[in-house]
C-alpha cells in the first residue's frame, strides 16, 4: 500500500465493479470518510462482517442507533477521570509478570504482552481474572478472521473448527460476565444478554490485541534514554495495532476530485498516513523526541478518528507507558533481533514476536 501511494499519489483505485477499492492516504481522507462525513460510509464490510461471525453486532462491527446507544452507555466509563482503578490492577499483573520473567531468563515479548494485557483488560473491565481457554481458543479465531476480511473471493460456510472455537468463546465470555463484577459490567448489565455476551466479548478482542501489540514494538525499539510514554506513541506510529480501517460508500461521492462509487470500498491506513512525507521527516526511523507535540500531528491516527474512534484510548495511555516504565524499573531487556519484521495480521503484529533476555537491574 506505501509502494502504491508513494507512485500512484494520494488516491489509489484498485479494480472495477462490485470489487472497487480506493486506498486514500491523506489525513484530509480519512477526517472526510470517518468524521465529517461518517454517516455516508457504513461497516458494511468484508473486516466488519469477518468480526461480525465472531462478536455479532459489538461496537467493533455496529453502525446506526444500537451502536449509538451502546458507545454512550460505555463511554463515560473509559474517561481518563473514570480510570482511577486503572493504574493499581497495571502495576499488580506487572510485577507478577516480571517476578516470572526473572526465573525465566528468555521470554518472547509479543506472547507475554498478550497475556499481560488480557490479564489486566478482564480485571479491569469484569473484576475478575481471564479465562485460560481464551488464550488457547483466540489464535485459531484469528486466523480464519483475517483470512476472511481479506478474501477476494468469499469463504462461505465458516470452518468447523472456527464453529466450535467461537462456540467455546461465547461460553467462556458469559461465565466470565456471570462471576465478574465491575462498574463497566453494571452498565453493561442494562443490555440485552446477547447483546451484553457481544459487548463483552468486543471489549476483551480490542483490549488485549491492539495494547499487547503496541507494547511488544515498544519494546523491541525503545533505548535506554527514551521517554516511555513518547516511545509507546512512536512505535504505535511506526507500527499501529489498527493499521487500516475499511469502510464502505453508502452513496456516490467524491474526494479530492475522485468519483467514489456507491458500494465501493475506501481503505484508510494509519500505517501509510504515518510514513506520509509531507507530514514526517524522516518517517522510517524511530524518534520518540516527535512527541508529545506531534501527538497533534493531523497524520497521526493511532485511535482512529471521528465517532467510531477507539473507546480504549485513554485506557491504552495509562496502561501501556506504566507497562513500559515498571520493566525499565526492574529489568534490562536485551532483543535477540536487531529487526523485527512487521506481519500485518488482523492487527500489525511482530511476525515472529520478540525474543528476548531479561535481565535483574542491580
Not at 175 to 188: C, M, Q, T, W
Not at 214 to 224: G, M, N, Q, V
Request: net charge negative.
Amino acid at each position: 500500500m506505501l509502494a502504491w501511494h508513494r507512485e500512484y499519489g494520494d488516491v489509489v483505485r484498485l479494480g472495477d465493479g462490485p470489487l472497487t477499492a480506493h486506498l486514500l492516504g491523506h489525513p484530509r481522507h480519512a477526517e472526510h470518510v470517518l468524521r465529517r462525513r461518517h454517516m455516508d460510509y457504513d461497516r458494511q464490510t468484508r473486516s466488519a462482517g469477518a468480526v461480525r461471525i465472531v462478536t455479532g453486532e459489538s461496537l467493533l462491527t455496529n453502525d446506526g442507533e444500537q451502536w449509538k446507544r451502546h458507545r454512550l452507555l460505555m463511554q463515560p466509563l473509559f474517561n481518563k477521570d473514570a480510570l482511577g482503578s486503572l493504574e493499581a490492577i497495571v502495576r499488580e499483573a506487572t510485577h507478577a509478570m516480571i517476578d516470572d520473567w526473572l526465573a525465566r531468563g528468555d521470554v518472547d515479548i509479543a506472547a507475554e504482552m498478550t497475556r499481560l494485557t488480557s490479564t489486566i483488560a478482564s480485571r479491569a473491565f469484569f473484576g475478575i481474572d481471564v479465562d485460560e481457554d481464551l488464550a488457547r481458543l483466540m489464535p485459531a479465531i484469528l486466523e480464519e478472521t483475517y483470512a476472511r476480511a481479506t478474501s477476494v473471493f468469499g469463504w462461505g460456510r465458516p470452518s468447523r473448527t472456527f464453529e466450535e472455537a467461537c462456540t467455546e468463546v461465547r461460553a467462556v465470555v458469559e461465565r466470565i460476565v456471570a462471576r465478574g463484577d465491575s462498574p463497566l459490567l453494571e452498565h453493561l448489565r442494562e443490555l440485552p444478554a446477547d447483546e451484553l455476551r457481544n459487548e463483552a466479548l468486543a471489549l476483551l478482542l480490542a483490549g488485549q490485541d491492539t495494547t499487547a501489540n503496541a507494547l511488544a514494538w515498544t519494546f523491541a525499539l525503545i533505548r535506554d534514554d527514551d521517554e516511555p510514554a513518547a516511545a509507546v506513541q512512536e512505535a504505535m506510529r511506526l507500527y499501529p495495532p489498527v493499521w487500516i480501517v475499511e469502510r464502505r460508500a453508502v452513496e456516490d461521492d467524491e474526494i479530492d476530485g475522485y468519483e467514489i462509487p456507491a458500494d465501493s470500498y475506501v481503505y484508510v491506513s494509519p500505517y501509510v498516513l504515518h510514513r506520509h512525507l509531507e507530514f514526517w521527516s524522516d518517517p522510517e526511523r524511530f524518534d520518540p523526541r516527535r512527541f508529545p507535540n506531534s501527538g497533534r500531528n493531523l497524520a497521526y491516527l493511532p485511535f482512529g478518528c471521528g465517532p467510531h474512534a477507539c473507546l480504549g484510548a485513554a485506557f491504552a495511555m495509562i496502561e501501556a507507558p506504566l507497562v513500559v516504565t515498571i520493566v525499565r524499573e526492574r529489568c534490562t531487556i536485551s532483543v535477540k533481533k536487531e529487526r523485527i519484521e512487521p506481519k500485518a495480521w488482523v492487527t500489525l503484529r511482530p511476525r515472529d514476536g520478540v525474543s528476548a533476555r531479561i535481565v535483574a537491574k542491580r
